[in-house]
């Protein structure tokens, strides 16, 4: 067997492998950019895939500028960056810094991708030779090659090594070998290269007078030739990717065949959850948050969520730490009343407009029997629900009463300055510039009240979804939503998901029970929780399998986001299908596990939701003749908070589609008639 003085080898797909496709490394440094210099990218440049397009543009220019003057098409990843910077960027005075961070962050982005080719070096020991080295076509130097080579245990494969960017001549024109020959000091017929391009490196190299061998295991090719469909079909190959998960998580086999399909569920609807939870850490970085607080109860889990997910890094960086927020609407909103008018009580009532004044104290967080002395005076009957509240002249006397004034004033300025030093031992102030805040939707009424406590700090609000607003939103706040948002364009197709949010509630509950306010000890304030025993027999009995499910689920999805530089928007799709499918093709242990739930309402309405409350048949039968008694069961299956999740357990689900297309034409023929 020949041995010859050198032998060549490329590096990409030859030497190293990556696990996703080449530009989704830069597609990750485009997140990366977005995420971290959010203020300095200019509006029209604020996506990922526009930033990573505009970066192919400036290399393409600066290829054709070395291209003009006689050498090749090539680029270093420093001049790229420079002029991709003065392109995306409104302030561009110290982009030095900047330049070196992209560098190290697109390195390490590599080196979590990459791995050595598994019959590389047994087929390179078919080929004896004096000395090896690499010669690759790319924008790394060839010191920063050897890096990548030494990290994936390549090292001793090769012990020197060209790059194109290094002297602007490529393995394309052939004219990279040429210099190879003479840098090395050999001839042409006592050298031969190894490589996976049949143009580059075989016919170019054949060319030069040079052996050449083609390289291309049939495995790693097909798995090439998948990646690269993947990324030309990002859209349709993102929800694949992340709906795909590894057999490692599988559910405990002495669970019962409910709790092993919630756990099940809980896998396929991880992707809803992490995405979110990503989201919330992209928009955390994005906006400087140095901590994000989540809001009990779904938070609870959130958090949990947040904090593996963390520790993975699929951003390729540390997000920002997390805490627990103990707070209610219960034990924020009363606090957060600027005056006891009923102009100020308008933010309750906007969502609740027939309330009785029973319902209105409990939801202010006060003893309705501590104020029957002041509701007698005006005649007012506690229990009694009244619609339109602000327009009725007993509730308008009662609240000009400046005896029963006083005696709210009382009643919660104990409660306030409980809840203002419990948010100070938390960090959170009238000094605090910002603070990023999270919880499950669906107006973000708890976040307002915390903006009207805290009026010289700007909250962030990051939610799953949010519903479209009534009340006027406090000038220091503002809230996204990872899922719909009906306060946006292009949403109002989902309005029907907030008409049920119930089961989502439900699934991402705690089991630790709600805030109803704080007590002082010692000086320092704690919140107070009331838990219900019957809520948390669901949530231990069923809905800790689900989480489960979601929490085991974290890892893979991680490193797929990771490897292909997926961002929260292009999973917010796959999110919104999932919620989707949650809501109107009931899954039937959600369905078993929702119909046995006591919901606390206490906020609003002033009271638990039994949700075992089953619908009269009289309402039934009566719907089948009568349209008022068909208005009246559509009442009573919205009334449950999941009509289709009733109905899907009656085996009669395709009835809302009935209903829903009925109330459609009645809309249509009114406006007819109106016409």
């Known amino acids: 067997m020949m041995t010859h003085k050198l032998l060549t080898v490329d590096v990409w797909d030859t030497l190293l492998r990556r696990k996703c496709h080449p530009d989704a490394v830069k597609l990750h440094v485009s997140n990366y950019l977005l995420n971290n210099y959010f203020s300095l990218v200019r509006l029209e440049y ?14 393409a220019t600066i290829g054709t500028t070395y291209l003009s003057s006689g050498m090749d098409d090539e680029y270093n990843q420093y001049e790229v960056y420079q002029a991709w910077l003065q392109v995306v ?20 982005q590599e080196k979590s991708i990459i791995y050595a080719d598994a019959g590389i070096e047994e087929f ?9 080295a690499f010669v690759s076509d790319f924008y790394m130097s060839a010191q920063v090659i050897s890096e990548l080579l030494c990290y994936a245990g390549l090292g001793n494969v090769v012990d020197r090594g060209y790059s194109s960017c290094d002297h602007r001549l490529n393995k394309r024109s052939g004219r990279l070998f040429g210099l190879v020959l003479e840098e090395e000091k050999v001839d042409p017929g006592s050298t031969i290269h190894v490589g996976d391009n049949v143009q580059s490196d075989v016919k170019m190299a054949r060319g030069c007078g040079i ?20 990324f030309e079909n990002r859209a349709a190959s993102v929800e694949k990717l992340v709906i795909k998960q590894p057999d490692f998580a599988t559910s405990d086999c002495t669970l019962s065949a409910v709790s092993s399909e919630l756990y099940e569920y809980g896998k396929y609807c991880a992707p809803l959850v992490v995405g979110f939870m990503l989201f919330v850490m992209e928009k955390s970085l994005r906006e400087g948050h140095k901590k994000v607080y989540f809001f009990t109860r779904e938070g609870e889990f959130f958090k949990k969520v947040y904090d593996r997910l963390s520790v993975s890094q699929p951003l390729g960086q540390l997000a920002p730490p997390s805490e627990i927020l103990e707070v209610s609407r219960l034990a924020t909103f ?25 319902a209105l104290l409990k939801s202010m967080n ?12 005006h005649e007012i009957d506690v229990q009694e629900e009244i619609e339109f509240p602000w327009l009725d002249k007993k509730v ?24 203002l030093l419990y948010l100070r031992q938390k960090g959170l102030s009238d000094s605090t510039q910002c603070a990023g805040v999270v919880d499950i939707g669906w107006r973000g009424t708890i976040q307002d009240n915390l903006s009207y406590l805290l009026p010289e700090c700007h909250f962030d609000g990051y939610y799953i979804g949010l519903d479209k607003f009534l009340n006027n939103q406090p000038d220091n706040s503002s809230k996204s939503a990872f899922g719909p948002d009906l306060n946006a364009p292009n949403s109002a197709h989902l309005a029907d998901l907030f008409a049920a949010v119930a089961p989502l509630e439900m699934l991402f509950n705690s089991a630790f029970g709600s ?41 893979g999805i991680s490193r797929t986001i990771r490897e292909n530089a997926i961002s929260s928007i292009e999973i917010r799709p796959v999110g919104v299908k999932i919620w989707s499918t949650i809501i109107r093709k009931p899954n039937s242990a959600v369905t078993h596990a929702y119909f046995q739930l006591n919901h606390n309402e206490q906020f609003g309405v002033g009271e638990f939701s039994d949700k075992r409350d089953a619908i009269s048949s009289r309402y039934w039968l009566k719907a089948l003749v009568l349209p008022s008694a068909l208005r009246r069961l559509t009442k009573e299956l919205e009334s449950t908070g999941w009509p289709q999740g009733y109905l899907y357990r009656r085996n009669v689900l395709v009835l809302w589609s009935v209903i829903n297309r009925l109330k459609i034409w009645r809309n249509f023929f009114r406006k007819q008639n109106e016409l």
Not at 407 to 415: A, I, P, S
Request: with cysteine; proline share 2%.
């Open 515 to 555: 805030t109803v306010g704080y007590t002082m000890v010692d000086g320092y304030a704690c919140a107070e929780r009331m838990v219900n025993e019957s809520e948390n027999n669901i949530v231990e009995s069923y809905v800790v399998h689900f989480q489960k499910g979601v929490v085991d689920s974290i890892d």
């Open 89 to 108: 960027l409104s302030d561009v005075d110290n982009i030095r810094p900047m330049m070196t961070t992209l560098a190290s962050v697109e390195v390490e």
């Open 124 to 132: 390179l020991k078919s080929y004896p030779s004096q000395g090896r």
């Open 46 to 59: 604020r996506d990922s895939m526009r930033l990573f397009r505009e970066r192919q543009a400036a290399e």
């Open 211 to 230: 052996e050449a061998v083609a390289y291309l295991p049939k495995a790693e090719s097909v798995l090439r030739g998948l990646r690269k469909e993947e």
């Open 396 to 419: 308008m006397s009662l609240f000009g009463d400046s005896s029963f004034l006083d005696f709210l004033t009382m009643e919660v300025e104990e409660n306030k300055l409980a809840l």
């Open 366 to 377: 006060i003893d309705v029997e501590r104020a029957l002395i002041h509701t007698s005076r």
């Open 334 to 358: 009363a606090p957060s009343l600027r005056s006891f008018t009923l102009e100020e009580l308008m933010r309750i009532w906007t969502l609740y407009s027939t309330q009785s004044i029973a």
